[in-house]
Structures are given as structure tokens and as C-alpha cells.
T-cell receptor, first 109, second 122 residues
Framework: SQQGEEDPQALSIQEGENATMNCSYK?????LQWYRQNSGRGLVHLIL?????REKHSGRLRVTLDTSKKSSSLLITASRAADTASYFC?????????FGDGTTLTVKP | NAGVTQTPKFQVLKTGQSMTLQCAQD?????MSWYRQDPGMGLRLIHY???????DQGEVPNGYNVSRSTTEDFPLRLLSAAPSQTSVYFC?????????????????????FGPGTRLTVL
């Protein structure tokens, strides 16, 4: 069974708006990773956040982590049509990742 | 560095046929793993390896075999293909805490994924 669950399953916004995706997990983590996957393509690693970190930024991306609630969120600010993709969170430990089923983001121009 | 490479990119099999999906990495990573991704879902772990000669099962291992005779290669074998194995297969590699690099940073928490193999079983 999948350890992570993303919420919402699908999100549709207008270009320029912010997009927030949430990820919940069931067991303790060493770190949490966020990936992007364009339709029919491979995975692109976005951000890694470790269990002792609360927030990380990378360009227009901001990831937060709340270990007490076993949840993480990915915020994409000032979205662009090119951000249209599926976004996954994954727990990683010793060579193995456990993925959620992802959030499909559609950014309308 | 080529990173993680997978061959073939596409494959069509008939039920009952066998084949091997190839995965290679040139980063001297100890950890390698295989995942499958079905439509609308995340990746699920099939098998993984923590070093040459050592493999273990993941979440969905049935119908697949692996071996790891070298650090670089981690092939995935489908023994008798079934329509339920129609999927996209991704290979990944990552550093272990014991890996050594000749200079440069060590990223022990990040998996590097290959481009995937799209398999259809008729």
C-alpha cells in the first residue's frame, strides 16, 4: 500500500495563481522528496526536505514539513502553464522510495 | 556522466513471453531499485539492491526477477509476461552512506531516476 497520500488528486488554476498540494504519510520519515512528472515523461526531482527541517525554498517552490502531523505541503507561486504536471511526494530511505498517487495540476493560460 | 540509462524505451510483448529490462548507472551508486507506474498512480517498488550480489523484494515483486552482479547494472527480468504487467518501468540509483567520491558533494538522500521503459503486454 502507498505510504503517502497527496491532496487534492486534481487541481486546476489560472496562470499567475498559487497552487498548494498536500502530502500525508503514515510512518516516521528521514526525509520527504517532491517530484514533478510531465505527462508521459520521467520524474524530475524538485526538493528534498529532511525530518529536522520545517521549510525549504527553491525558486517559486516552497515546501513545508510538519512531522507532528505527518504532513508536508508544496506551494508553487505565480504558476505558469509550464507547471502543468503531476506532482508526487515520496519517503526515501536506504535506496527505496515510497510514493503517493500524486496531484495532477493543470494551469490554464 | 550518462546518469541512469534504461533500455529499451518501448516494448510490446505477447502473454507468456519473457524479456529483460536493462538498467545501468555510471555514478558508482550502491543502491539501485526498480519501480512500476500504472496509469494515474505513483511508483511502486518492485525490487531493490543495496550492493552487488544483494537484492530484496519490494511491494510488488511477483512475476519479476532481479540480479546484481556488478555495481553498474541491475536488470529486471519478466519471467512470463502477463497483461497485468503493462506499465511504465523506472529504474533508480542512489548513494549509500558508505559511498566515497573523489571530491565533490555527497547526496545520500536523493534517488536518480532513469527515463523509463513503457511496456505493453498483449
Amino acid at each position: 500500500s502507498q505510504q503517502g497520500e497527496e491532496d487534492p488528486q486534481a487541481l486546476s488554476i489560472q496562470e499567475g495563481e498559487n497552487a498548494t498540494m498536500n502530502c500525508s504519510y503514515k510512518t516516521s520519515i528521514n526525509n520527504l522528496q517532491w517530484y514533478r512528472q510531465n505527462s508521459g515523461r520521467g520524474l524530475v526531482h524538485l526538493i528534498l526536505i529532511r525530518s529536522n527541517e520545517r521549510e525549504k525554498h527553491s525558486g517559486r517552490l516552497r515546501v513545508t514539513l510538519d512531522t507532528s502531523k505527518k504532513s508536508s505541503s508544496l506551494l508553487i507561486t505565480a504558476s505558469r502553464a509550464a507547471d502543468t504536471a503531476s506532482y508526487f511526494c515520496a519517503k526515501y530511505n536506504a535506496g527505496k522510495s515510497t510514493f503517493g498517487d500524486g496531484t495532477t495540476l493543470t494551469v490554464k493560460p | 556522466n550518462a546518469g541512469v540509462t534504461q533500455t529499451p524505451k518501448f516494448q510490446v510483448l505477447k502473454t507468456g513471453q519473457s524479456m529483460t529490462l536493462q538498467c545501468a548507472q555510471d555514478m558508482n551508486h550502491e543502491y539501485m531499485s526498480w519501480y512500476r507506474q500504472d496509469p494515474g498512480m505513483g511508483l511502486r517498488l518492485i525490487h531493490y539492491s543495496v550492493g552487488a550480489g544483494i537484492t530484496d523484494q519490494g511491494e510488488v515483486p511477483n512475476g519479476y526477477n532481479v540480479s546484481r552482479s556488478t555495481t553498474e547494472d541491475f536488470p529486471l527480468r519478466l519471467l512470463s509476461a502477463a497483461p497485468s504487467q503493462t506499465s511504465v518501468y523506472f529504474c533508480a540509483s542512489s548513494y549509500s552512506s558508505g559511498d566515497r567520491l573523489a571530491g565533490g558533494p555527497r547526496f545520500t538522500d536523493t534517488q536518480y531516476f532513469g527515463p523509463g521503459t513503457r511496456l505493453t503486454v498483449l
